[in-house]
């Protein structure tokens, strides 16, 4: 991966208002993958007191967002399925790895699985991004 690629995307995640928000934190870039992290915490609790389901999916999403955008081009998202399987404990760390499975000129296609810190399955996702052929704008 391009090292200039890689530390503008560390930077922008680093200090995008979304990412801050949920304690989102990039731990790997290569490209075509992405690895992030987060704490559940209590304000991420639905009306069961179990993870709410927009937290799950917005750590999902947070490395969908980096994996499909590190190849330097910009890359929006056109369609995400998914699953969830279990509900994490309070406290947990949660981390989402997405991969890409597949990339032409125009779209790239992602399979994303996330985790608790004890190995267990909370959802998996299949999603679907259309690569603009635009440079990303912070480089």
């Keep these: 991966m391009d ?5 503008a995307i560390l930077k922008q995640i680093e200090t995008e208002p979304f990412a801050k928000k949920f304690g989102l934190r990039l731990i790997e870039v ?12 209590p304000d991420m ?3 069961f007191g ?3 389901g927009g937290a799950i999916f917005s750590l999902i999403d947070a490395a969908f967002e980096v994996a499909s955008n590190s190849h330097g081009t910009m ?10 399987m279990a509900s ?4 947990s760390k949660l981390t989402a790895e997405a991969t890409e499975t597949n990339k032409t000129k125009k779209t790239a296609a992602y399979d994303i699985r996330a985790t608790d810190n004890s190995g267990k399955l909370l959802a998996t996702c299949q999603a679907l991004v259309y690569r603009l052929e635009k440079p990303l704008p912070f480089l």
Excluded at 75 to 84: D, G
């Design 88 to 91: 994490p404990a309070k406290g």
């Design 30 to 41: 290569e490209e075509g993958f992405a690895k992030v992290e987060m704490d559940f915490t």
């Design 50 to 52: 179990m993870a709410h």
């Design 75 to 84: 890359a929006v998202a056109l369609n995400m399925n998914i699953n969830y």
């Design 3 to 7: 090292e200039k690629i890689r530390e």
């Design 45 to 47: 609790e639905n009306m």
